[in-house]
């Protein structure tokens, strides 16, 4: 049986040359081009950081005075001195003891590219999605900064904008952002809220 050509995605490509982890990453370096998310020196929290592609921008970002810690149930392809990673379930470790361990209070960005092993079943996805990126507004009304970022991917669904409200709610004004490296099919957004003070 003859093979359909599948022609290699421009973004998987890109990320190769470039050494990063995973396509995922220009995902971020969109978001952070258009919004000013990083800065020089910045602690940054990347929930979902495997295989490492948004931690290694995230790093080349805040530079040897800023800090990133990620959390992956996987492991990831990134070391560096100022990285720090937890290989868990975002459900069994708290943001008191996250603090704790990283030494960190306060954070100045709270990131999540969190996604569920997809099965399919659309609706199933999007309940599962918008559990984790609950999970991750809980972690960031914990450790952000006032005039901190948050920025969470949500698989578009039903729940969406209640957990557009929520984020208002206890963080502040939203945006919503599709970036142009999102696949057509994909119902992926990311959501981002600047702390209020
Ligand atoms: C799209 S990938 C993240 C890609 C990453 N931002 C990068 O650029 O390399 C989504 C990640 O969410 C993680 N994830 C899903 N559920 C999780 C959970 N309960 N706790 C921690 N990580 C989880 C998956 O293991 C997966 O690595």
Redesign the pocket.
């Given at each position: 049986m003859l093979m359909a050509y599948k022609p290699r995605d421009y973004y998987a490509k890109k990320a190769k040359q470039e050494k990063?982890?995973?396509?995922?990453?220009y995902?971020?370096k969109e978001a952070d081009q258009k919004y000013r998310l990083l800065r020089r020196g910045q602690k940054v929290l990347?929930?979902?950081?495997?295989?490492?592609?948004?931690?290694?921008?995230a790093l080349e970002k805040v530079g040897k005075t800023g800090l990133v810690v990620g959390?992956?149930?996987?492991p990831?392809k990134v070391s560096a001195p100022n990285f720090v990673f937890f290989q868990?379930?975002?459900?069994?470790?708290s943001p008191e003891e996250l603090c704790e361990k990283t030494g960190v209070s306060v954070f100045d960005a709270v990131?999540?590219?969190?996604?569920?092993?997809t099965t399919g079943d659309r609706s199933g996805d999007h309940f599962?999605s918008v559990h984790?990126a609950e999970?991750a507004l809980e972690i960031a009304e914990k450790v952000l900064k006032p005039g901190g970022v948050f920025l969470v991917?949500v698989f578009e669904g039903e729940a969406f904008p209640r957990f557009v409200e929520e984020v208002k709610k206890r963080l502040g004004p939203v945006k919503r952002f599709r970036p142009k490296s999102t696949r057509s099919e994909s119902r992926e957004i990311f959501v981002l809220a600047r702390r209020e003070s």
């Amino acid at each position: 049986m003859l093979m359909a050509y599948k022609p290699r995605d421009y973004y998987a490509k890109k990320a190769k040359q470039e050494k990063y982890p995973a396509r995922s990453v220009y995902k971020l370096k969109e978001a952070d081009q258009k919004y000013r998310l990083l800065r020089r020196g910045q602690k940054v929290l990347d929930l979902g950081a495997a295989p490492g592609s948004w931690s290694k921008y995230a790093l080349e970002k805040v530079g040897k005075t800023g800090l990133v810690v990620g959390v992956d149930l996987n492991p990831v392809k990134v070391s560096a001195p100022n990285f720090v990673f937890f290989q868990a379930d975002i459900f069994e470790l708290s943001p008191e003891e996250l603090c704790e361990k990283t030494g960190v209070s306060v954070f100045d960005a709270v990131l999540s590219d969190m996604a569920p092993k997809t099965t399919g079943d659309r609706s199933g996805d999007h309940f599962r999605s918008v559990h984790l990126a609950e999970r991750a507004l809980e972690i960031a009304e914990k450790v952000l900064k006032p005039g901190g970022v948050f920025l969470v991917k949500v698989f578009e669904g039903e729940a969406f904008p209640r957990f557009v409200e929520e984020v208002k709610k206890r963080l502040g004004p939203v945006k919503r952002f599709r970036p142009k490296s999102t696949r057509s099919e994909s119902r992926e957004i990311f959501v981002l809220a600047r702390r209020e003070s």
